[in-house]
């Protein structure tokens, strides 16, 4: 008998590592469709008992499409238009570069030449220096052909996770050799766990991005799509957050001679934008998770160096589950 459960456990491990292996290529997008699908799972269920599981799981599918994700590209092409055109508009000079090259020099001791940026072989070396911050994700993203898949990939994932759900967690929960009370402890924290995560991140850096939106358009700067979409992007994660974005624009208006505007939007960056970021996201992260703040931010960088991008919300996940799981430990077998 000890043998056969050896035998298994061993075979279990080669395939298990085995299945890594074949997923780990598309990992950002398999884990991204488990982060769609647990969004999308409460509207299911609910819709899923009025016209059933494969009508509401393929509308759903399609809704989000249409709701989500043509906009959010729309965004993303007007916002990469704006940039090269931005990146043109410097080395036209019209954006009194030479005074911001003298400002920068006068104060900081640093050369720069701004007319000479060529923003497709900065995003190039972009890509290999911060590899290991985003390159993981850069790479799986990257190619049109491995996006397709990947993205084939990831519908495949939420259709069948919204169909399949709860046979799933049925399966998980018959296999898993746990008191059904642990489990459902278990199970409810990485529910609220993964809940916090996402509202915290997702909807704090939303807000920022467009709080910090509308202060660069009242202040006149140019190109906001572009802004906005980098301080969305930004806000993400914790400690970088908005203020990369609109004080430099804040100092770039004083710089060129518009002080009044400089001071609103360095005002109005203090008062409003980082004081978002400081309330929202361990008001809605910290207590809900019931996480220490500096578990979220741990977990959020050591998740994009291990995972990539997804790694912003599955690090902190991540922790969460573990301390849940030490802390049943702890309850009820130490």
């Known amino acids: 008998m000890k043998r056969d459960r050896a035998f298994l456990l061993v075979l279990a491990a080669v395939f298990g590592l085995l299945s890594y292996l074949l997923v780990r290529p598309f990992l950002q997008y398999v884990l991204a469709g488990v982060l769609l ?46 940039a090269f055109e931005l990146v043109s508009a410097i080395r036209r000079g019209e954006f009194a570069v030479a005074e911001v090259e003298a400002f920068v020099e006068r104060y900081s001791g640093i050369a720069v030449d701004l007319e000479a940026i060529d923003l497709r072989a900065f995003l190039r070396r972009s890509a290999g220096d911060g590899s290991a911050l985003f390159g993981r994700a850069l790479d799986v993203f990257g190619g049109v052909s491995t996006a397709f898949i990947g993205l084939t990939i990831l519908a495949f994932v939420v259709y069948y996770l919204l169909r ?81 974005v609109w004080f430099p624009a804040a100092v770039y208006l004083f710089v060129v001679g518009r002080p009044v505007a400089a001071a609103f939007l360095f005002v109005y960056g203090t008062a409003v934008v980082s004081l978002s970021d ?15 703040p500096a578990i979220l931010v741990v977990g959020i960088f050591g998740g994009v160096y291990a995972l990539g991008f997804m790694g912003l919300f599955f690090g902190p996940i991540v922790l969460g589950i573990l301390r849940a799981v030490l802390d049943v430990f702890a309850r009820e077998y130490a």
């Open 164 to 244: 399949d759900g709860d046979a799933f967690l049925a399966w998980v929960r018959d296999v898993a050799p746990l008191p059904e009370d642990v489990q459902d402890e278990l199970f409810e924290e990485m529910d609220r766990v993964m809940w916090a995560v996402l509202i915290g991140n997702v909807l704090v850096a939303l807000v920022q991005g467009v709080l910090t939106g509308i202060g660069l358009a009242v202040a006149g700067v140019p190109s906001v799509v572009f802004l906005t979409v980098v301080t969305t992007l930004l806000s993400l994660l914790p400690l970088i957050g908005a203020s990369v």
């Open 37 to 82: 699908t647990y969004v999308l799972w409460p509207v299911h269920r609910r819709l899923a008992s009025r016209v059933g599981e494969q009508v509401s799981a393929l509308s759903l599918m399609i809704a989000t499409t249409l709701v989500v994700v043509v906009p959010v590209a729309l965004v993303l092409v007007v916002a990469a238009d704006q």
């Open 278 to 292: 400081n309330y929202l996201r361990p008001m809605i992260s910290a207590h809900e998770a019931r996480l220490n």
